[in-house]
């Protein structure tokens, strides 16, 4: 290594001597394993750059040069359509190598532990693993495994960030859209005060975890929407605006409707009465749908229970971003990943997305 790369590195492992109070910019971070780990202004940062890869989207060659020669490991322990193949993409469209790794057909099945599998794996040479695992914690663990940058792509019912700040990229997207202004100028702004209502099965949500953090970090008033019992324990301690069993009553107050996945594989059933009865108070259909106020997003994070948390033509609705929560879920993967293995030395990250896309234009590429 040469003295330059050993000085990234240190940086990206956090001893560049800087102050500590002070969060360092994405780039300079090694790893993303909770929303916390970025702040108001990392939130932000992200937001920035994911706009540039938003445009790279729409290309008639989405792809980019930027990760050439990284390899990215997706290391998913447990069932994924869209974030799997939501950081898949992200990495080739960066033209990263990226190895899929299957658990169900992996040694893993034959009793190997998760640290001896993520080794031999890390001996490859990888750059990058994205973890998902049902264990709260996998993805901290390998990242004091192995020497690589870690994301998180959601573990148990802690954390998914990349879900949160793809759904603040949606929200900041269509409301500049609204005002007729691209998101970089609207900042974060449009978060101040905005009311958002999350719904459902809070307790065993990973997904509503990092949504509180980063809505609550840009200035979002959050309420949550539950039956007393898929309520987080200790939930007077999250940073909410408050806590509501009475979604009718809510929803003329929300302009983001966050619905939550019934988490039947984690037992969220043995803490209803009954799903018919869920899905009557806390479902979201067109007639509840019409007491939003004006111009309110309904989002979901995907898989949805049609016909619990979610009837079926509420996702056709002019109000529901479903769908352009998964488009931009590529742009904000691409965007972390570049930003944890791309962003070279002294430049910022949105610097270097604006230098490379001079590349990418002079080449002809
Ligand atoms: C979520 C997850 O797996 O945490 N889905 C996703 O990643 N988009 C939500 C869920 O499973 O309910």
Redo the contacts with the bound molecule.
Sequence with gaps: MTSDQEAVAGKRRGESGTDTNSAPSVGARRHLLSVSDLGAEGIEEVLRVADAFVEVSKRDIPKVPALRGKTVVTLFV??????KLSFETAAKRLSADVLSFNASSSSLKKGESLRDTVETVAAMGVDAFVV?HSAAGAPAAVARWVDTCVLN??DGWHE?PT?ALLDCCTIRQVLAERDGRAPAETGVECFKGLRVAIVG?VRH???ARSSVLAFGALGARVTLVAPGTLLPPAVEAWPVAGVSHDLDEVLPQTDVCYL??L?GERGAGRFLPSVREYAAAYGLNARRAATLADGALVMH???MNRGVEIADEVPDLPGSVILR??AN?VAVRMAVLFMLLGTPQGKSPAGAVAGLEDAWETSGA
């Design positions: 447990e069932e994924s359509t869209r974030t998902r792509a959601g998914h879900q099965d949500s990973r997904v939550l996945r988490q994070p995907g898989p929560q998964v879920g």
